[in-house]
């Protein structure tokens, strides 16, 4: 199966460190990502994994992958209010085309 | 420039009428989508053209009815819809073909919100 999923919702002060995470259940995914949606937008690519990969950071962004167990999460460094927002992991499967399967979405808010 | 254009932003539509939403890059990208997103849920896959054919087709009804006129347009052509396919549609672009990281790397416009009464 392709189900993608994650938590719904995500409370965070500003300044602290926000932790999302994504599990999947198709193990020959490729590469993940994790896509952000502010209100009234499109979607907006932060950033992906290769699925031979443990670990990416990219300035706040740490992407963690755990192969075994399907879990990928997206840690945020120092959130601002400006982060908030929903949040998608996403996967594409070997031989699936050009197709991604994205997560339930994750909503982010962080209070000052 | 690294944009994807839609137009119409937003569009109501009776039940009875044609209309058609419209996108734009002029990234160089090869492959463009269209998806279909629903308040709090995530975006799902309608369409995707490959080199300006038709590669994925999501079992999505007849009443809307994609085409690609050119490399760096592609239409969604609205006919006889039904309330529940109120929603919004993003189009996408992308560099890649599949099986590389570029496939995933979609790039999307800010959608046309689409309201059938």
């Known amino acids: 199966g392709e189900d993608v999923e994650q938590s719904l919702f995500l409370s965070v002060r500003e300044g602290d460190s926000s932790v999302i995470n994504c599990t999947y259940t198709?193990?020959?995914?490729?590469?993940l990502y994790w896509y952000k949606q502010e209100p009234g937008a499109g979607l907006q690519l932060l950033t992906y994994?290769?699925?031979?990969?443990d670990m990416k950071q990219d300035q706040r962004l740490t992407v963690l992958l755990n192969k075994k167990d399907k879990h990928l999460s997206l840690r945020i460094a120092d959130t601002q209010t400006g982060d908030s927002a929903i949040y998608f992991c996403?996967?594409?499967?070997?031989?699936?085309?050009?197709?991604?399967?994205f997560g339930t979405g994750t909503q982010l808010k962080v209070e000052l | 420039d690294t944009e994807v254009t839609q137009t119409p932003k937003h569009l109501v539509m009776g039940m009875t009428n044609k209309k058609s939403l419209k996108c734009e890059q002029h990234?160089?990208?090869?492959?463009m989508y269209w998806y279909k997103q629903k308040a709090k849920k995530p975006p799902e896959l309608m369409f995707v053209?490959?080199?300006?054919?038709?590669?994925i087709n999501e079992s999505v009804p007849s009443r809307f009815s994609p085409e690609c006129p050119n490399s760096s347009l592609l239409n969604l052509h609205l006919h006889a819809l039904q309330p529940e396919d109120s929603a919004l549609y993003l189009c996408?672009?992308?560099?890649?073909?599949?099986?590389?990281?570029?496939?995933?790397?979609?790039?999307f416009g800010e959608g046309s919100r689409l309201t059938v009464l």
């Open positions: 990234m160089g990208h090869r492959a």
């Open positions: 198709d193990s020959s995914s490729t590469y």
């Open positions: 996403a996967e594409a499967v070997t031989g699936g085309g050009n197709k991604l399967t």
């Open positions: 996408a672009s992308s560099q890649g073909a599949s099986g590389t990281k570029r496939a995933g790397e979609l790039f």
């Open positions: 994994i290769f699925s031979n990969m």
């Open positions: 053209y490959s080199y300006e054919k038709l590669s």
